[in-house]
């Protein structure tokens, strides 16, 4: 008789994000004439860019042609893409990453939930908290349970101390998804030097790079000394480009990376995922390789540094209209996210819900990211502008 995997029953009900989008579409049926303003999912507002757009159209038309057209693509990316994400993210920081070391897919979030398949059933995990959920989610999906959940709250600054007991596989997400918090140069060694010390491999997840404007916040973890030998780096071009729909990613996992198995031998990280993702995937369109290495071309990054620069800016003004409601917040700066207390008397959740009927605004209660994120509130800077002045206007009904 069949039988489910009986790790699911120790999930949540639903993903944090199906179950705000429900309360939002169930509040929007009951309140048809009401305009939500939506900060709530991380998801861009503003069209591709024009570079894109170019990579997109030709790579329609080379399909439409024999000479051009294109079968099953590589595994681990196209070339072309491969060598132009090396250039841009890396060489040109300085940093030696080679086209054999990266990995094209269709989106971080897969990524970063496949990637615990290369590991042990009965490894230790490091991870934050408050957190992405699908880290802690594929884990528990898979049978693990041995998790250390690292508190990031006002008295850390919302970043993360190292593990009390010795980690196998941390996770790590800078500039931090929810909190919006960034870490520095000096941070960041603190955790490869600890991952080499105690033979573990950091998931370094850096979705957010492109918000990283400031002085001495690393845009890699290959930045840090003898991190090629600890660490695997995820990037994404759903905030960066606008792919949240188009969907496009890399994983960077260098060829010193190497792990044991229960006998010792060593074996290549980035041999095992080759494995894993030519059995389960047969890879990313041509037509949308072709669109993000639009988004690569010098041209193609400046037009996109203007709109995530927009975002910033969205952060900013939601930031000044939390800080006028007396609330404290951290994040904006080098992150599109707001991480903001809520007005006491008040949970996560049920602030969420007098946001939403109140002020028509959804957001995302701190507590689904984590025990540790009760008592806080996300809002995203995606948005176009004109709502973006529209709900702090709305905000001021908080006072
Ligand atoms: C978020 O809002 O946290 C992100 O958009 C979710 C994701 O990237 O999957």
């Not at 009900?13 to 989008?21: A, R, V």
């Not at 989610?137 to 007991?165: H, Q, T, V, W």
């Not at 952060?315 to 007396?326: E, P």
């Amino acid at each position: 008789m069949i039988r489910i995997n009986e790790n699911f029953n120790a999930l949540q009900g639903s993903y944090l994000f199906y179950e705000t989008g429900k309360r939002v579409k169930e509040f929007q049926q009951k309140n048809p004439d009401i305009r939500v303003i939506k900060l709530g999912i991380g998801d861009v507002t503003e069209p591709l860019s024009p570079s894109i757009i170019a990579g997109l159209k030709e790579a329609v038309s080379e399909m439409g042609v024999r000479e051009t057209f294109q079968g099953y693509p590589p595994y681990e990316g196209y070339e072309f893409l491969r060598n132009i994400i090396c250039e841009t993210d890396f060489r040109a920081r300085g940093i030696n990453i080679s086209p054999g070391e990266i990995f094209v897919s269709t989106g971080a979030k897969e990524d970063t939930a496949n990637i615990q398949e290369l590991f042990s059933g009965d490894i230790k995990l490091a991870i934050t908290d408050p957190v992405y959920p699908v880290y802690v989610d594929s884990n528990i999906m898979a049978g693990r349970n041995k998790i250390e959940y690292l508190p990031c709250n006002a008295e850390s600054n919302f970043l993360p101390g190292l593990p009390s007991e010795d980690a196998d596989l941390i996770y790590l997400c800078f500039p931090n998804n929810p909190t919006g918090q960034a870490i520095d140069r000096a941070g960041l060694k603190k955790w490869v030097d600890y991952a080499r010390q105690k033979k573990a491999v950091i998931l370094f997840d850096a979705a957010y790079e492109s918000y990283i404007r400031e002085e001495g916040i690393p845009h890699s973890i290959y930045e840090i000394d003898g991190a090629e030998e600890v660490a695997i780096e995820f990037r994404s071009l759903s905030k960066a480009a606008g792919f949240t729909g188009t969907r496009c990613s890399y994983t960077v996992i260098p060829d010193k990376l190497m792990a044991p198995d229960k006998s010792g031998v060593r074996h290549s990280l980035n041999k095992l995922w080759l494995r894993r993702q030519s059995t389960k995937s047969n890879g990313v369109a041509y037509i949308i390789q072709k669109g993000a290495y639009g988004y690569f071309t010098e041209k193609g990054r400046l037009e996109n540094m203007k709109i995530v620069d927009y975002y910033l800016e969205n952060a900013s003004i939601i930031g000044r209209g939390i800080a006028a409601l007396g609330l404290n917040y951290c994040g904006g700066v080098n992150s599109p996210y707001i991480w903001c207390s809520v007005p006491e008397g008040l949970n996560s959740w049920q602030f969420f819900d007098e946001l939403l009927s109140r002020c028509n605004i959804a957001g995302t209660p701190g507590s689904g990211f984590g025990s540790c994120g009760e008592g806080y509130f996300r809002l995203t800077g995606f948005g176009k502008r004109q709502d973006i002045n529209e709900a702090v206007e709305r905000l001021v009904k908080f006072k």
